[in-house]
Each structure stands twice: as structure tokens, then as C-alpha cells.
């Protein structure tokens, strides 16, 4: 059982404008002022609003997250944003190898691994997202994907691993209403665990391990009493003010 902080954190992914982020981060610190969360909290939003989310989220208990960062420090590089970009603007976090990035932009494990490395360079907490897709799993395959996955982030970073949050983020369980039984999700976990202790060894209980997939006001309070879930990171409800306020309230218990 780990003992610190758990994290919640928001994937928007592509969606969201200067009106309805305004409203839904009016939305989510009105909430919050009237109950302080007990957990860390993360926004991960699309690139091009970091400046108006960065004078939004002044003063309040959520941290701004990117969710990519380039394994490169600068130059020839069209279309990506260094670790030193999002510095400027003050990101906390940054979602490394999410499965639509492996799955659409063919980010393989040594990239993952090599943008994990620039995050913890520039003192930005990389999110490493592992997860099986449904053929993996159904063929016996979970274990040995996130194991391989995990490890090659890992053999990069070892040094400083204990830096790292993870994220279980089963593929058919993501955007998909299918979760993951709180059972599946901590076996998993439990995997992920022992796996962080062999490299990190005294360090291993305090890396966060997120669950993501369908994590929602419903299901949240159930997946995070597992003794090896230490957070979310939630796609679909992080964008309704309600929802993410429960999955919150939730992660504080
Ligand atoms: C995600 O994109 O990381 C995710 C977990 O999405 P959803 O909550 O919508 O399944």
C-alpha cells in the first residue's frame, strides 16, 4: 500500500477553445475553493492554450501538463514543442508514449523513452503511459507488453526513475465506457510495482502508478481504493467540471 498524495490528472486531448477552457477552469476552481483537494492535480491541455491557461490557473491547486514533449532541445524539429517551450509557460507535467501517440504517430519505446529523459532534464514530470491493446490481452500478452514498455523507459532513466509517474492505461479501455475491473487494473499495477522496485528499490512505493481508461465519477472511488493505484488520468470526464470534481473528491479518500 502506498501512503503519499494521489494525482489526478486531466487528458483533453485535441479538444477544447479559448471559451470552453475559460469555463471549465472557472468551473473546476470554483469547485475546488469550496473543497481543497486532497490530491495533486494536472491539466493536460492542448499546446496553443498554455498562455491562457498558465494566467487561469494562477493561485489555484492545479498544475499545468503537455501531452507530448520532444526527445530534442531544439532546431530542425517542424511541429514539436521542447521541454524548454513548455518551461516558459510553466507546465508541470507532460504525458509521455499515450497510446493514440504510439498508435498514430508510430512513437516507439525508445522514443518514449527518449522524451522521458528530456521531461526529467527540464524538470517536467513525465507521465510514462503503458497499456496492452484488447489482441495483447486476450492472447495472454499484458504482462509481457508493459514490462517491455516500462522497461525501456527504465534502461534510459534509471538514474532517476524514482521521478517518473506512470499510467496503466489499457488500450481497449481508453475512450471506449470499458474499464478495467478494479481487479484487472491492480493486478497490473502490482506488476508495474515490483517492476519499479527491482530498478529503483527503496524508491518504488512512492512512484505514482495512474490508472486511465474510462475512469469516471462512477467508477473513480472503486479503482482508487486498490492498494496499488495512486491516481488517474482521465480523458472524456476530465472535460465535464462535474465529473473531474468527483474523480477528485474521490481520490482523496
Ligand atoms: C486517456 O486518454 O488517457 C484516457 C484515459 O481517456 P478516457 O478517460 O476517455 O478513456
Request: proline letters at 3%; hydrophobic letters at 45%.
Amino acid at each position: 500500500m502506498t501512503t503519499h498524495k494521489k494525482l489526478i490528472a486531466g487528458n483533453w486531448k485535441m479538444n477544447g477553445s479559448l471559451a470552453a477552457n475559460e469555463a471549465l477552469v472557472t468551473a473546476l476552481r470554483q469547485g475546488l475553493a469550496a473543497n481543497a483537494p486532497a490530491c495533486d492535480i494536472a491539466l493536460c491541455a492542448p499546446a496553443p492554450y498554455f498562455a491562457q491557461l498558465q494566467s487561469l490557473l494562477v493561485g489555484s491547486p492545479m498544475a499545468l501538463g503537455a501531452q507530448d514533449i520532444s526527445a530534442q532541445a531544439q532546431g530542425a524539429f517542424t511541429g514539436e514543442q521542447s521541454a524548454a517551450m513548455l518551461k516558459d509557460f510553466g507546465v508541470r507535467y507532460a504525458i509521455v508514449g499515450h497510446s493514440e501517440r504510439r498508435q498514430y504517430h508510430g512513437e516507439t519505446d525508445d522514443a518514449v523513452a527518449a522524451k522521458t529523459a528530456a521531461a526529467l532534464a527540464n524538470g517536467i514530470t513525465p507521465i510514462v503511459c503503458v497499456g496492452e491493446t484488447l489482441a495483447q490481452r486476450e492472447a495472454g500478452q499484458t504482462e509481457e507488453v508493459v514490462k517491455r514498455q516500462l522497461a525501456a523507459v527504465i534502461h534510459v532513466n534509471g538514474h532517476c526513475i524514482s521521478e517518473i509517474v506512470v499510467a496503466y492505461e489499457p488500450v481497449w479501455a481508453i475512450g471506449t465506457g470499458k474499464t478495467a475491473t478494479p481487479e484487472q487494473a491492480q493486478a497490473v499495477h502490482a506488476v508495474l510495482r515490483a517492476q519499479l522496485h527491482h530498478a529503483a528499490s527503496e524508491h518504488a512505493a512512492g512512484i505514482k502508478i495512474l490508472y486511465g481508461g474510462s475512469m469516471n465519477a462512477a467508477n473513480a472511488a472503486e479503482l482508487l481504493a486498490q492498494a496499488d493505484i495512486d491516481g488517474g488520468l482521465i480523458g472524456g470526464a476530465s472535460l465535464k467540471a462535474p465529473d473531474f470534481l468527483q474523480i477528485i473528491s474521490a481520490a482523496a479518500r
